[in-house]
T-cell receptor
Framework: DTAVSQTPKYLVTQMGNDKSIKCEQNLGHDTMYWYKQDSKKFLKIMFSYNNKELIINETVPNRFSPKSPDKAHLNLHINSLELGDSAVYFC???????????????FGNGTRLTVT | DAKTTQPNSMESNEEEPVHLPCNHSTISGTDYIHWYRQLPSQGPEYVIHGLTSNVNNRMASLAIAEDRKSSTLILHRATLRDAAVYYCIRGSYIPTFGRGTSLIVHP
C-alpha cells in the first residue's frame, strides 16, 4: 500500500504544452510538498501546502500552479512547458510536530518530465 | 541554501562500517538533524534523525557532536544496496536538501 503516490511516472511532452502531475498520500499528513530534481541531481523545494493552504512558494515561475483539493492531494499543473522544466518532480508529505520535532518527509517515487 | 556541508562522495567495501560526516555549524538549538538517502531512480527515504543524543535504529546510527555543529551517520555493515546519495538536513520550516554524499559500495 503506497504511502505517497504520484502519477504519471513518466511524462514526455512538447514545448508549449500544459500538463499536470498528481500526488496523493494516505498517511493522514497535514503538509505536502513538491520538489524538483534537475539533471545535476540537486533537489530543490518548490511548494508546500499545509491543510490545503499554500505556505511555501520558493520563487517558482507562475507557469507552475499547485492545487490542493483536500489535504491528501497536491497536484502540480504546469503551463507553457519549457525545455528547462525537464526534471524529476517529487511529491512528499509530513506531519509537522508541536515544538521541536518535525516528522520525517515521505516521498513519492517521482515523475520524470521530459520536454522536447 | 542547505546550511549543511557534506563530502561529495565516499567509498566503502561491502560489510565494512561507513561513517558519513555532516557539518552544520550554524544549527540552532532546536533544529533536529535528519538524514535521508536516495537510491537510484527512487525518491529520498528517511533514515534517522536526532537532536542531541546519539540515536540508533534498524537502518543506521547517528552520532551527534557535543556542540551539535556536526554529526555522523554510521552504517555498521555496508551492503551493495546501501549505495545511494545520503542527505543531511537541518530541521527547519523549509526542508532544504544539499547535494548530499554519493556512497559507492564495492563488493
Amino acid at each position: 500500500d503506497t504511502a505517497v503516490s504520484q502519477t504519471p511516472k513518466y511524462l514526455v511532452t512538447q514545448m508549449g504544452n500544459d500538463k499536470s502531475i498528481k500526488c496523493e498520500q494516505n498517511l493522514g499528513h497535514d503538509t505536502m510538498y513538491w520538489y524538483k530534481q534537475d539533471s545535476k541531481k540537486f533537489l530543490k523545494i518548490m511548494f508546500s501546502y499545509n491543510n490545503k493552504e499554500l505556505i511555501i512558494n520558493e520563487t517558482v515561475p507562475n507557469r507552475f500552479s499547485p492545487k490542493s483539493p483536500d489535504k491528501a492531494h497536491l497536484n502540480l499543473h504546469i503551463n507553457s512547458l519549457e525545455l528547462g522544466d525537464s526534471a524529476v518532480y517529487f511529491c512528499a508529505s509530513s506531519q509537522p510536530g508541536q515544538g521541536e520535532a518535525r516528522s520525517p518527509l515521505h516521498f513519492g517515487n517521482g515523475t520524470r518530465l521530459t520536454v522536447t | 541554501d542547505a546550511k549543511t556541508t557534506q563530502p561529495n562522495s565516499m567509498e566503502s567495501n561491502e560489510e565494512e562500517p561507513v561513517h558519513l560526516p555532516c557539518n552544520h555549524s550554524t544549527i540552532s538549538g532546536t533544529d533536529y538533524i535528519h538524514w535521508y538517502r536516495q537510491l537510484p531512480s527512487q525518491g529520498p527515504e528517511y533514515v534517522i534523525h536526532g537532536l542531541t543524543s546519539n540515536v540508533n535504529n534498524r537502518m543506521a546510527s547517528l552520532a551527534i557532536a557535543e556542540d551539535r555543529k556536526s554529526s555522523t551517520l554510521i552504517l555498521h555493515r555496508a551492503t551493495l544496496r546501501d549505495a545511494a546519495v545520503y542527505y543531511c538536513i537541518r530541521g527547519s520550516y523549509i526542508p532544504t536538501f544539499g547535494r548530499g554524499t554519493s556512497l559507492i559500495v564495492h563488493p
